[in-house]
């Protein structure tokens, strides 16, 4: 298996159409595998990201999803978001997708695995995650897309909304080859934080609402959250550093 890293230098990015005002966004590096770096068709595994000068591992996946709207599949390319892949990659590929069918391309990682949309298509998808999630890692095929973004709180209301547009992501550092398509893609990538989402208590998140409207130009996405340390691996690092503290004051004396 082959392994590429990925480092991109932009250190700025624009965000167009934000209600948000206060959504800033965050670049990061995507490290990943994958065998197939010719055709990029094949599976591609997400093994870590790099962003504020630390590297996270610990991912929190989306393993509920609830639809809200999404315009029907007839045929053709009408309908909004599918289930995609890569076409030698493992997954499913679905024009008429449940809510169990996203789950399946958004929970796991493989980033080969993506929702996609047809151009027209506009939907609305609540989104939840497995584990408490404080970062939200943004993937786009093809670059050309917008996406709002809003977080679900646990009293039912809503956060403000943040209009995301990809053609101003950095490139992510691999491409894609799907199903619904008949070439190779750049895949763009892009971060927004609990803060950028208006969120300041981190108890009070509950979800992701997505929304593509008809004039979007269908988004084909991948999203995957940072997991939030559990109090018991904290508690844990606290320990050590009391018996490390400790073990130095038996020394001094």
Do not use: C
């Not at 997954?91 to 997708?97: L, N």
């Not at 300041?200 to 995957?224: E, H, I, M, Q």
Request: glycine share 8%.
């Amino acid at each position: 298996m082959k392994t590429r890293f990925f480092t991109t230098f932009i250190s700025t990015l624009a965000l167009t159409g934000v209600y948000a005002t206060s959504a800033q966004a965050f670049t990061f590096t995507t490290n990943y595998s994958t065998t197939d770096t010719t055709t990029w068709t094949k599976d591609i595994t997400l093994k870590s990201v790099e962003f504020n000068s630390k590297t996270y591992s610990n991912f929190s996946l989306v393993n509920d999803v609830k639809i809200i709207q999404n315009d029907i599949w007839t045929g053709g390319n009408t309908g909004a978001a599918s289930s995609d892949k890569g076409d030698n990659a493992s997954g499913i590929r679905v024009e008429k997708p449940t809510a169990s069918n996203l789950v399946t391309s958004l929970g796991n990682l493989n980033l080969s695995n993506i929702v996609d949309t047809e151009d027209t298509g506009s939907f609305t998808l609540d989104l939840f995650f497995a584990k408490p999630a404080d970062n939200f890692l943004f993937f786009e095929r093809g670059k050309n897309s917008k996406l709002d973004v809003q977080a679900v709180l646990t009293d039912g209301s809503f956060g403000s909304v943040v209009n995301l547009d990809s053609k101003t992501w950095q490139n992510a550092g691999y491409k894609l080859d799907t199903k619904e398509i008949t070439e190779i893609q750049k895949v763009g990538s892009l971060g927004l934080s609990l803060l950028d989402l208006g969120v300041t208590d981190a108890k009070s998140f509950k979800g992701l609402r997505l929304t593509s409207l008809a004039s979007y130009n269908g988004p084909d996405f991948k999203v995957v959250a940072t997991a939030v340390p559990e109090p018991t691996t904290v508690l844990g690092l606290g320990v050590v550093g009391a018996a490390l503290a400790m073990s130095r004051r038996k020394k001094a004396h």
